[in-house]
Nanobody
Framework: QVQLVESGGGSVQAGGSLRLSCAASGFTYCMGWFRQAPGKEREGVATVDGLGRTSYADSVKGRFTISKDKAKNTLYLQMNSLKPEDTAMYYC?????????????????????WGQGTQVTVSS
């Protein structure tokens, strides 16, 4: 079992920034950030694979950056230019295998391990 603990969420005004952290008991090949707002499906935000390759949801491209510190077993999500529609519970996830074409799946069902979530609220 991989244990994940998120931190760094909070309330900010539109245009502000937050940096989320995910302390992991160990890294898997695929790591990612997902978010879920009330009444909506959990959606993939960003992923990073074992080679350091990243992918992003169209809605956050150019604003969010996923990164990892292998030495510290910590995953990060830098969120800039936040919008009210970014408001959601954010989850760190791990355990998805590499896809046949390389890279990591942006679909939540593919991930086996999840953190408890950290709330991000962006006000206008």
């Amino acid at each position: 079992q991989v244990q994940l603990v998120e931190s760094g969420g909070g309330s900010v005004q539109a245009g502000g920034s937050l940096r989320l952290s995910c302390a992991a008991s160990g890294f898997t090949y695929c790591m990612g950030w997902f978010r879920q707002a009330p009444g909506k499906e959990r959606e993939g935000v960003a992923t990073v694979d074992g080679l350091g390759r990243t992918s992003y949801a169209d809605s956050v491209k150019g604003r969010f950056t996923i990164s990892k510190d292998k030495a510290k077993n910590t995953l990060y999500l830098q969120m800039n230019s936040l919008k009210p529609e970014d408001t959601a519970m954010y989850y760190c996830a791990a355990g998805a295998p590499a896809t046949g074409w390389g890279g990591c799946s942006p679909i939540a069902i593919g991930y086996n391990y999840w953190g408890q979530g950290t709330q991000v609220t962006v006000s206008s």
